[in-house]
């Protein structure tokens, strides 16, 4: 009996009183890993207060990460926007272009027709030309003869080559024909209308090619006569 109680002491004072505990630990070797179960549970308290500070760091970058992801679908969203953009943008084209290839179109028949335009006269001022030609050669004979200048129409020749500076020219008319009985050489040029630049070019062609130059046209400007009077060269028209 005086056993049992002497347990029951015994744990009545392990139960409530901490120092008799300890006492009884520190003789059993307990006290020492009690010391470093308090130091492991310091240790673990401060890794739980670093846990929570990393915790709040993390939930600031999951903060920052939601911000980006919020302008990335804005950013998302404009260039969808842009997309659209260029959608109609390229659709606008696609109809420029094909306006564009109408015109061209369109210009290309003009331009075939301003070609035929171009033949056509062509044609006729070539047609005109030799009407005009065959006209100065009827009329030549005539004018010449006033002039004291004695030619067979026959010997007329049109589009007649000739040296010129060593150079083969090509000349209107050209004839040969008799003053006082001397062999002379006449050439012309025939054109629809003279001007000053006109009589100038000849001259300057044909300055060094001994010969009677003249010129005939249907019509011709006032500043040509007085050109042609300076530089020697003889003036014919349809009308005279």
């Known amino acids: 009996m005086q056993g049992s109680k002497l347990k029951e002491e015994i744990l009545m004072l392990l139960k409530e009183d901490e120092m008799f505990r300890y006492a009884v630990l520190g003789l059993l070797g307990y006290d ?5 179960l308090e130091e492991h549970d310091k240790k673990f308290i401060e890794i739980l207060h670093r846990l929570e500070e990393h915790d709040k760091n993390f939930a600031k970058i999951f903060e920052r990460l939601e911000e980006h992801d919020k302008k990335f679908i804005e950013i998302l969203k404009r260039l969808d926007r842009h997309d659209e953009n260029f959608v109609k943008i390229f ?31 062509g044609r006729l001022s070539r047609k005109y030309g030799f009407v005009l030609e065959d006209i100065a050669i009827t009329k030549l004979p005539i004018l010449l003869a006033r002039e004291g200048i004695i030619i067979d129409r026959a010997d007329i020749k049109a589009r007649h080559p000739i040296i010129v500076d060593k150079e083969e020219v090509e000349v209107d008319i050209y004839v040969e024909g008799k003053v006082n009985g001397k062999t002379v050489k006449i050439i012309g040029e025939v054109k629809g ?27 011709i400007r006032p500043n040509a006569e007085i050109k042609a009077r300076e530089l020697g060269i003889k003036l014919y028209a349809t009308y005279n």
Do not use: C, P, S
């Open 32 to 36: 020492v890993i009690l010391k470093r």
């Open 193 to 219: 209308r003279i001007d000053q630049n006109d009589v100038i070019r000849f001259y300057n062609k044909f300055k060094n090619y001994d010969a009677i130059k003249f010129m005939f046209g249907h019509t």
């Open 91 to 121: 659709e606008r084209l696609e109809e420029h272009d094909k306006k564009f290839d109408a015109m061209l179109e369109e210009i290309k028949r003009i331009w075939i027709g301003i070609t035929r335009l171009r033949e056509e006269v």
